[in-house]
């Protein structure tokens, strides 16, 4: 649709539908954030469960090493203002010509931050509807319900609906009826275990700016590309000052003033363009490494916090930060180019061809 919309543009104007579309986008983000939240308040399905079963006897801590108010703050808001401050600060990068016009270079700063926070804004609200919808299709009892739960233990055989009484361990399930604890929030939080919201919602955002930064610091693996980037074999030579000559560089081997590496070029007697191409790239900085990948860590770490707080088996942590982990790979392809080949940019409306036509044109 977009591809249609862009082709009636006029240079130097930005199309309302085309702005529309994107509004779109927004709606459907804040649509999915506020489904997920009812979700998170609808008294979920209650699994029976054992009062003998160690899994779910933990002991109930009141104070979590990450609350809610913590894990937005660092799921949302942190992101939200480093891909802001990265936005203004480091685009559009050195290989703008210094003669852009500033008109121009900010047009292109605020398109990628607004690329940035819409992609957060999807992975976001696709892992917190996601996990919130699952949670209360499971209702899985979390590690510390039977403290929470405060059973009435002298009427057990009421509340049974399955096991063997008869057996020597006296094996029973039973529902969440036999609670005594009155607090509904309370005993309904008790029965989302599965998958961890924690987990999801810190993969989700903390993922997504560490792919942010890893594009706008062109961080990535170095990679042979398929094809040679260049004709000139002296690229891909192990040794690129002792390559054979370029043919451009050749016809000016009589002009030394003008061929400063004619006295230094000398033919391999080998194909260099299948030898070596250790040439093409090379690993990024270390430090830069480093920044890219705290948020990453981070968001680990705030998932390990639900294994030592007892909110969470761990499978429910591991299932919860793979949903949170998918959501941010796929809004920050849905939105970015590739890391190792899109020099940093975010995808664009315009197909190549046209690429400057409707937003970063000054009008005429």
């Not at 919808?133 to 979390?142: A, H, I, Q």
């Not at 008790?190 to 919201?197: D, E, K």
């Not at 000139?232 to 000016?252: G, I, M, T, V």
């Amino acid at each position: 649709m977009r591809a249609a919309l862009r082709s009636r543009a006029k240079p130097g104007h930005v199309s309302m539908t085309l702005v529309l579309s994107y509004v779109v986008d927004w709606v459907i983000i804040i649509v999915a954030a506020a489904v997920g939240a009812v979700f998170s308040n609808i008294t979920p399905n209650k699994r029976p469960f054992s009062l003998v079963n160690p899994e779910i006897s933990y002991p109930y801590q009141e104070k979590e090493k990450i609350s809610t108010s913590t894990l937005i703050i660092c799921g949302l808001v942190a992101p939200g203002v480093i891909i802001f401050i990265v936005a203004i600060a480091l685009v559009p990068g050195p290989t703008v010509p210094k003669s852009t016009p500033k008109a121009l270079i900010w047009r292109r700063k605020l398109w990628e931050w607004h690329q940035g926070w819409l992609g957060l804004g999807l992975s976001l609200s696709a892992a917190f509807l996601i996990t919130d919808g699952m949670k209360n299709l499971f209702g899985k009892p979390r590690p510390d319900l039977l403290s929470r739960c405060k059973p009435d233990l002298a009427n057990i055989a009421n509340y049974a609906v399955g096991g063997f009484s008869d057996t020597q361990e006296g094996f029973l399930l039973v529902t969440a009826a036999i609670c005594t604890n009155t607090d509904k929030s309370i005993m309904d939080d008790a029965f989302r275990s599965f998958p961890s919201g924690h987990s999801s919602f810190s993969a989700a955002g903390l993922i997504y700016l560490s792919l942010v930064l890893a594009s706008k610091l062109a961080i990535h693996l170095p990679f042979l590309s398929p094809s040679p980037w260049s004709s000139d074999n002296s690229r891909h030579s192990a040794f690129p000052s002792r390559a054979e000559k370029p043919q451009a560089l050749r016809s000016l081997a009589a002009d030394k003033d003008k061929d400063p590496i004619s006295s230094e070029v000398q033919p391999t007697g080998h194909n260099d363009s299948l030898i070596s191409a250790r040439n093409r790239a090379a690993a990024p900085p270390v430090y830069l490494l480093i920044l890219a990948i705290v948020p990453f860590f981070a968001s680990i770490y705030i998932a390990s916090t639900r294994y030592s707080d007892f909110r969470h088996h761990g499978f429910d942590i591991l299932f919860g930060y793979f949903i949170g982990t998918v959501t941010a790979i796929f809004a920050f392809r849905y939105y970015h180019l590739p890391i190792s080949q899109g020099a940093g940019w975010s995808w664009y409306v315009l197909s190549p061809p046209f690429f400057f036509m409707v937003l970063w044109e000054p009008s005429s």
